[in-house]
Nanobody
Framework: QVQLVESGGGLVQAGGSLRLSCAASRSIFWVNAVGWYRQAPGKQRELVASITTDGSTNYADSVKGRFTISRDPAKNGVSMQMNSLKVEDTAVYYC?????????WGQGTQVTVSS
C-alpha cells in the first residue's frame, strides 16, 4: 500500500499560478502510472496529467501548455506546476497511483480560481 498526501492548493486569481505536491509514504519512482486528477462540483473526476517511469507525460487537452507534471524524488512523489489558471480549473485535485491492480488516492487539495 501507499499513502498519498496532497498540498499546495488555495485561492488564486485567474492568470495566476499554483504548485501542487503529492508526498508518498514510500518511493513511487518505479510506479508507471502516477497522475493528477481533478473533480469539480457536479462533474466526474477527470485525468489532468500523468507521468511514467521514463518521464513520458500526458495531459488533458484543457491544460496542455499550462500545467507541468514532474517527479519529486525528495518527497517520494510528484508535483504539478499550474500556470495561467482559469476559473474552469477550479476543482479538488487528487494524486493517484496505480500499482499491482490497486488504485491509491490522496485526500485531495482544493484549488479555487477567481475571476
Amino acid at each position: 500500500q501507499v499513502q498519498l498526501v496532497e498540498s499546495g492548493g488555495g485561492l488564486v486569481q485567474a492568470g495566476g499560478s499554483l504548485r501542487l505536491s503529492c508526498a508518498a509514504s514510500r518511493s513511487i519512482f518505479w510506479v508507471n502510472a502516477v497522475g493528477w486528477y481533478r473533480q469539480a462540483p457536479g462533474k466526474q473526476r477527470e485525468l489532468v496529467a500523468s507521468i511514467t517511469t521514463d518521464g513520458s507525460t500526458n495531459y488533458a487537452d484543457s491544460v496542455k501548455g499550462r500545467f507541468t507534471i514532474s517527479r519529486d524524488p525528495a518527497k517520494n512523489g510528484v508535483s504539478m506546476q499550474m500556470n495561467s489558471l482559469k476559473v474552469e480549473d477550479t476543482a479538488v485535485y487528487y494524486c493517484n497511483v496505480k500499482e499491482h491492480g490497486a488504485s491509491y488516492w490522496g485526500q485531495g487539495t482544493q484549488v479555487t480560481v477567481s475571476s
